[in-house]
């Protein structure tokens, strides 16, 4: 039985306590937070114990930690888990800061402990179905990929400016699906984007509708649309063109009623909650990690792919900027 | 190049007229009509004359007619233009009398000239594209056939009142389409109805919505759904479930415009008008009487087809009055 | 919190002591079955007790009980439970025997404990959307339903022996589905049926395939369509037609993965497993049993609902011997 | 009646021969073509003259010309025929030369005679009801706009090496289709290509799969995907996130027919051939044309959006030599 330690207990927080919870394999038995109260709420919903991080990376009888805090904490408590011995799996992103990120990544890599990177999407069976297909061969050789990926509703302004933009606070997640499916990193990253949603998110600095292009060494080509409002719901597919044929990942609908009047033919629209969409994905995330932690099996997503679509978001960043496109190496060397 | 005479003037001649002068082994050289201005107008756009009936079946060089008339002139123009040599396309029913349409059936027989019914929808490319699946064991042993078909809207009560009954008029298409996918007539016919889209239609002794399950000899079912009104479109679908699988026939959209909103996801309607739907079976079914007539091969749909779809409906009509299932054999020995 | 016994081991028994855990305003205390050992299992995994169930009814903390067990015992442990002051959830069927359904009611009335039957699909966010669309009028007066219902693969021969027959013990299920769409019950029934999928099912004295009728009072009809075999999964679908449009209630889909090569274009298939399609429905089922329970509301599905679907069930099985529709009246005077 | 000319007789003019000929406002008198058996089999098919081009356009009973011949000499043709006093339908591209095409332009504003390009594709039923919702604020303001338009096969090497290249051969008609979705034209052209589904493509200096995102003045954007290989058919769907929802208009497929088998759940392909998927559009096209001729009203496609077009194209073509965007307006000036 694997003893784990949850360091925060926000909402996401929250998602990952029943996921360790309701695992056979793994038990809550620690959660901290800045907000003593919150840590203790979901400590006695699942019959764990509220304590401090530190006591928490202390305790040698806990085995993994699952780090769910905000965004700027994840390098430090990275490295102090896992040169206290723990197994980890972090939220995404590693850090805002590449830099930051690839010093992480170093001193971790020193000590030689697992630590996962919680890019959930790549556990969702639909998305994991079609990379299965892919590997299997059933399109062929891959050629052109294609990632649409537009929240429900843009996130306050006050959000927007400390999110690290767009491409590091809701890109990232689709530069690591293209990771995920390319099995490579992109040579050039090329980004348009502009504030047509709210005007209020241009003026901080940022977009909320964007188009990146990557282009991969072998002449592929990937394409990933963001857009932080579709008021149908929360729209997330995936389409890659091959050799001999095409896969598409498509939505979750909230039911399968459709109904047929004189005014046409109406379905239920995508979940709209995050959530909703993902749940399934977080459970099998959780699941890997077990398997990978107890069996001594790779992780199926590294600080090493934190770091590279971290790289990406920087460099889609950049393009932005410059109106050019970025070579992806000269981030990282 | 097949001469062809056309009988009738009215809306479905039209449709017949274009697919025989669009067909490159056919031309129309004659129509006739009791509304004689009504023939003389689709004479002159597709270059033919207007003539009388009796001039048409008379005149040597005219080799086939297609029978596009009055239901009640069926059976005897087949008998006269079968006797005159011609090879005929009949439009369906044969008869509304089924002792009459099997006198006539008798009656040609003896002749020998190819007499084909105009079953249109055995050639629509979605259901000849399900039967084709079908006798290539591409759901193994079919067991379940399912048939919906919904008119768009009634017609007026005072066309009701002289069409036989919505079992001769309207699902003798779906008897027709049932005898062409199971291969083989039923054992028994078991119907229910009512007039629950318009009383008007109950008081004129007829149903307007209806179920009739078929039994076949080898344990196979079928079940025929019809109702006059469904207010989204024409809707024309066919299911079969078999030892290996399920086919399924769908409607035909208006277009392949989706639509999500806050409102749910909404496509285009099914066609509206059976004209729009079947527009390619008519060409489709036309060419395959040219091919067979020309050929001296089999024709796909034949007298002995029509008979059988009318003994369907009369057995539906029995067992709808009776409350009880009726005999196939009974009504035709 | 409501204390809950659980009464039988089995596997649905598991389903359910999963929904008793989750749910927040009830526990699952105690767990009884003729296999010890099965009983001990569950009662470990959430924190239980396994008791013998003479036991469990005797113990006055135990607020409600969920019975699970073999079918024979349904009648009897409901007479028990409620004498006993519980609440009762009961699996489907009530009884094999109507007769000792109509006494058990009978006998239940007089106490006036709640009693819920399990029909879960009626919890099914599918089927419940497309009531609620009906009752919303949103596509006017309900006309004519048809609903499918095939299992993946038949039941063992040994089963069906003891099943009750595919009426009672499979198409139960759609004869209260009907009567949750049509809220009212039918006039009479008419089934048709044969053993198409494996003759010693036949041999056994059942059906493996069944269409039945159901007319209603005010003109309306419903088509229950029954298989034990659709290779492909577990194919569950309800379609109503209205004076003003059509609702379908479709199949769930293993995953959203559609692939299009040279061979088509190809998308997963139905869930095959009942759990996988129902789970929901099973949570949300037991999340109404306790709201009702605990606000003294009525209870969505009752006893009465319990009798009335074997009563159709008996019918059914009666139009099928006798070959002629059944008057469901003359059932329950 | 419009008396109509045709220039050329290759496979598309006998597409258009058929669209003049069934058209009731419009008859097709004169084919003319270098290869003369060519213009005789069309002119003998539908009832007209073959003539030499000359003739044609000195024909004062001629009213109209359909221009189908090579790309070569469309520009001289617009100018002759116009000069001639002749309204003009011109097959798509004006010219490979966005010099030339200017020219053209130019000369042809000062006699004043209406020349309409033949972007078929705005005729087509699925993208012009799409542009209907669009104008009709169905989904409120446009923002982000994705073209996919992949062709089943690669042309041969030798069509591609005097096809003026992808962006001026196959993604004309989504630039095309763009302006016609937005309404206006791009600032800035950004193009990524590679020849990975057939190298010789690249040794012949061009490419076979591209994205090209355009940026509008506006904030919108819009992102064009093509392919020269889609196995699985004619691939040609558009696609709108607007303020207020989404538009999708997917692709026609060659049947409805749905099989679920243990394997999956397959349904028909796209279709395979243009001209399957576009004849509506051809007809739709042509009485565009007529009506617009005979009323005098404007062209629904001007010679303008051809050059609009081919100068994206150049721009296209320009961006993928540099790997910079390049500024549409830097090409017109």
Known sequence: MLKVGLLGAGRIAGVHATAISSHPGSTLVAVSDINTAAAEKIAAQYGAQAHDTSAILEDSAIDAVLIATSTDTHSDLIERATAAGKA???????????????A???AVSSIGRPVMIGFNRRFDPNFSALKKAVDAGEIGKPELLSITSFDPAPPPVSYI?????????????????????MGAPPVTVTAVGSSIVDTEIGAAGDVDTAVVTLTYADGRIAVIKNSRRAVYGYDQRVELLGSEGLLQAQNILENTVVKSTTKG??????????????????AAEWAAFVEAVKGGTPLPVTLEDGVAALAMAEAATLSIKTGSPVSLASLLD
Chains 1, 2, 3, 4 share one sequence.
């Open 265 to 282: 033919v109406t379905g239920a629209k995508p979940t709209y909650f995050f959530l909703e969409r993902y749940m399934p994905a977080y």
């Open 161 to 181: 400016k400390v999110s690290g933009g767009l491409f590091r606070d809701m890109m990232i997640h689709d530069f690591d699906m293209a990771n995920f499916i």
């Open 88 to 102: 980890v799996l972090c939220e995404k992103p590693v850090d805002l800061s590449l830099a930051r990120a690839r």
């Open 104 to 106: 992480c990544q170093k």
